[in-house]
């Protein structure tokens, strides 16, 4: 079936490509760095007997924001061979072995006599070890490998930092000079395309490969295990890449590093799954396709390369495919969590670039696109990131309740459950274009009745996103055209159709989920009934929220030092349903001057505080501040923002309603009362 490829992509492509150059990933830059890497290990060999420098700063494929280490490799004094027949008399060789057990993409390497080409068997020493079939095999703990050097033991590296920001990955290995037999089937695979060409295969085939100290995760043998890693072929691979093709790989590291390892973890997706992926795609796809004009294109058919490597829990090796790189990795939860944040990239047609904080290219994009599909604004992607999280923390919740894990199997992480999590999402995002359309109306001299009728239509539909947050942002939109009787009716119909205790961001029973999902709910269906998420305020939708938030939009202003890749997400307005609930009707009610009911709800925000363990629990206690000052309490206001300042002292909005509280005092004191 063909591919559906939205107009705006050219343009878009060709704008990013520009933007990327500005960051150090011109053509011209970029082969500087390489000469200069190139004759830095040459001056290193000299030096250092043979260090070999790989990684992203010897790939070129880095940028500032990025802040990649270096990698060097210190072979150790010793000869690999893969057959007798080349094994030499009176020099210290070990044969590549490997038998059933053996995962792909290891060896052992087993002990040759030094005067006979005769294998060593139940023979033990300081740096060989039997194994389960009585070859005498080298071990990690030996000899070989145990160098001083100063740093951080990480596994067989060693971490050594240079100077303000260079890292440095020192690494234990040996050469092996000839191709790996267990690559093989690289050098004779058919290639469409012509990529990589038959010159630089055979140059390939002659940089061999280098065995690490690294065993399989979950093998018994691991100790005595060797990686094969193909990485002069690799460095080689990434050099022959085209311009499109450079910017791709690093535009998804970029990705992975701001948007995905937030949400999936650290440990998931690597630099070098990313790696594999592109060498794939260019292998298997026109070298036409990879022009600047395409560069979109080309990155979304990774991340759906991805996807369906995620789908399958299989990511093939590019040298050894039967390696498969997401075992132990990318399975349960991790999968269902790696999904989702896929699809949901696949399905914003090029918007999650505007997210981009790293070497600010979110930003540099969004103020060169034109096309109307590109022009948003960059935080817009960072509530994303914080729903996205919300829907995972909860889902994960539910399932650790349920004792059954087949609940799990049979839920979880299929094609339709990750549907149902963008249903949810869309839902989410409907609530929040809504609110900052009805925000944007609002702030005209003269409404547009147009917009807040569309407004409050975007508003209806996210209403249903979960239990509470929706249905809030809309009862704030009401009391934000003073329509008091349906803002009522929206919270009383929360107060009406779900119980205290479902209110709570979640505090469900494992029997209440069981029963949800004996019910043949979707996924949907349960978190419509059963969670509810924060409530989240961006400043565009500032005309849309209650007084008493507009200084949570502002927490980072004045001497508090902020991460500037964070500063807009840590001024977003961010409130538990509950707290946000019970502020609503005090509001309602106080507005209307019904003291009776605006005590019941000041009362309500008290008991929730004192009682529950809240997320966001400082932003709760200015909350109860305000309604104290607009009950004339200032000095019960004031301790409250005290109690709020010590449980988080930076980034708190309680010190703007510290200043206007002394301010309002030292009015009521000139005016003598």
Not at 67 to 93: C, F, G, M, R, Y
Not at 504 to 512: G, I, K, Q, T, V
Request: with cysteine; charged share 20%; proline share 4%.
């Amino acid at each position: 079936m063909a591919l559906s490829i939205p107009e705006h992509y050219q343009e878009v492509s060709l704008r990013l490509s520009r933007v990327l150059d500005t960051v150090g990933l011109e053509e011209n830059i970029r082969w500087q760095k390489i000469n200069i890497w190139i004759q830095t290990q040459k001056m290193t060999s000299v030096t250092y007997y043979g260090d070999l420098l790989f990684g992203s700063q010897a790939e070129a494929t880095t940028t500032p924001g990025l802040q990649s280490d270096i990698d060097i490799i210190l072979p150790a004094t010793a000869t690999v061979i893969q057959n007798l027949e080349s094994w030499v008399p009176e020099v210290v060789s070990y044969l590549a072995v490997s038998d059933e057990n053996t995962p792909p993409g290891y060896i052992k390497l087993q002990g040759v006599e030094f005067d006979l080409p005769l294998l060593m068997f139940n023979t033990t020493s300081e740096n060989l070890k039997v194994d389960r079939y009585g070859r005498s095999v080298i071990c990690h703990d030996n000899d070989l490998f145990n160098r001083p050097y100063a740093g951080m033991r990480n596994g067989p590296a060693v971490t050594a930092i240079i100077g303000a920001r260079l890292t440095v990955d020192i690494v234990p290995g040996i050469r092996l000079l000839t191709w790996p037999y267990h690559a093989i089937g690289w050098i004779e695979r058919n290639r469409s395309n012509n990529w990589p060409s038959q010159k630089a295969i055979d140059l390939i085939q002659k940089t061999g490969a280098l065995l690490v100290p690294v065993g399989h995760k979950h093998s018994p043998e691991k100790h005595l295990e060797w990686r094969l890693s193909i990485s002069f072929g690799e460095k080689l691979l990434v050099w022959l890449f085209n311009s499109t093709q450079y910017k791709c790989y690093i535009l998804l590291k970029i990705i992975n590093k701001s948007i995905i390892k937030p949400i999936v973890g650290n440990d998931v997706l690597s630099s070098y799954h990313c790696k594999t992926c592109i060498f794939y795609l260019i292998e298997s796809t026109p070298s036409a396709m990879w022009q600047p004009e395409n560069l979109l294109l080309c990155l979304e058919l990774c991340l759906r390369l991805l996807y369906n490597w995620t789908e399958a829990e299989t990511c093939p090796n590019y040298f050894i495919p039967e390696e498969n790189m997401f075992q132990c990795k990318v399975y349960g939860h991790v999968k269902g969590r790696l999904l989702c944040v896929l699809s949901n990239l696949l399905s914003q047609e090029g918007r999650y670039l505007a997210k981009i904080s790293c070497d600010n290219i979110g930003e540099k994009l969004v103020r060169t696109c034109q096309h109307p599909l590109m022009e948003l604004e960059i935080e817009n992607c960072d509530v994303g990131a914080v729903l996205f999280t919300s829907v995972w923390y909860h889902l994960t919740t539910i399932y650790d309740l349920i004792c059954e894990p087949r609940t799990l199997d049979r839920l979880l992480f299929s094609q339709e459950v990750v549907q149902e999590i963008n249903t949810v999402l869309w839902k989410c995002y409907c609530s929040i274009n809504g609110s900052k359309l009805a925000s944007k109306s609002l702030s005209r001299e003269f409404p547009d009745q147009k917009g807040l009728d569309m407004a409050q239509e975007l508003l209806l539909w996210g209403s249903s996103s979960d239990v509470a947050s929706g249905k809030l942002k809309l009862a704030a939109f009401y009391l934000a055209l003073d329509n008091f009787d349906l803002a009522e009716d929206v919270l009383n119909e929360l107060h009406g159709n779900y119980t205290y205790k479902i209110l709570c961001l979640f505090d469900m029973s494992a029997e209440d989920i069981e029963a949800r999902l004996n019910e043949n709910l979707s996924i949907s269906e349960i978190i419509s009934h059963c969670l509810a998420f924060p409530v989240i305020y961006e400043p565009s939708e500032i005309k849309c929220i209650p007084k008493a938030l507009i200084p949570e939009m502002f927490r980072t202003v004045g001497l508090d030092q902020v991460n500037p890749d964070k500063s807009y997400l840590e001024n977003l307005a961010r409130v538990n349903p509950k707290v946000y609930f019970h502020l609503l009707e005090f509001i309602c009610h106080y507005r209307q001057n019904n003291t009776s009911h605006e005590n019941v709800a000041l009362d309500n925000i008290i008991y929730v505080i004192k009682h529950d363990d809240l997320d966001f629990k400082d932003t709760g206690l200015n909350l109860l501040a305000y309604c104290l000052r607009q009950k004339g309490k200032l000095m019960n206001a004031y301790n409250i923002l005290c109690k709020s300042m010590k449980l988080k002292k930076q980034q708190n909005a309680a010190k703007w309603q510290i200043a206007t509280l002394i301010n309002a005092a030292f009015r009521l004191l000139r005016c003598g009362q």
